[in-house]
């Protein structure tokens, strides 16, 4: 049994990051997530509070991070160690006597904040990891070589005329049946054929 567990942990400290951001509940953090999509590589960043910290020391750490967006609550879940999580910065750490903060899911507005610690923002930012970093750098450079300005407009240009084409088409089948309707009436108000007996 000892031999099996140490062979996980090897393997296990083999994919760990060699330092993360000691983050835990109430903090408020920026989590730098590297996208993919389709063919194309790009950085998202999201911010919010830290609700919880899950298996924390282990190669499955992971935390949940929640924000208001357009009045409606949204919660991501990031694993510490993976290596699309480029880098996590901690904004703000706030007082809290729990782990798990499912409580602030009800609550909105001034209940909804908490009170803010000190703490030596530099020194719990100050963990560096030069491959994350590098892939953070490579991605924003292709970024800037990818845009082209003109394509770019372009592009703006057909999703506008593409946008208008559908919301014209609603208006014409509207108008047309508008124009329908005036000659069924008619028709169903015309002379009643007389019976045959």
Do not use: C, W
Not at 38 to 67: C, D, H, N, P, Y
């Amino acid at each position: 049994m000892g031999l099996m567990s140490s062979v996980a942990q090897q393997i296990e400290e083999k994919y760990k990051k060699k330092a993360v951001v000691d983050i835990r509940s109430g903090d408020t953090a920026r989590v730098h997530q590297e996208v993919r999509e389709g063919g194309k590589e790009r950085i998202q960043i999201f911010e919010g509070l830290v609700l919880r910290v899950t298996r924390r020391g282990s190669l499955s750490a992971s935390f949940t991070v929640r924000r208001i967006t357009s009045g409606v609550g949204v919660e991501k879940t990031y694993l510490i160690h993976s290596p699309n999580i480029l880098k996590i910065e901690i904004a703000k750490r706030s007082k809290v006597r729990r782990n798990y903060l499912t409580y602030m899911r009800e609550l909105t507005g001034k209940s909804a904040r908490l009170s803010g610690v000190d703490f030596d923002r530099q020194a719990v930012n100050a963990i560096r990891d030069e491959a994350a970093e590098a892939e953070e750098a490579k991605i924003h450079d292709k970024q800037v070589e990818a845009y082209d300005p003109e394509a770019a407009k372009a592009e703006k240009e057909q999703e506008k005329s593409e946008a208008e084409a559908a919301t014209s088409e609603p208006k014409k089948a509207e108008a047309q049946m508008l124009e329908e309707q005036p000659k069924e009436r008619a028709e169903a108000k015309g002379p009643a054929e007389p019976q045959t007996q």
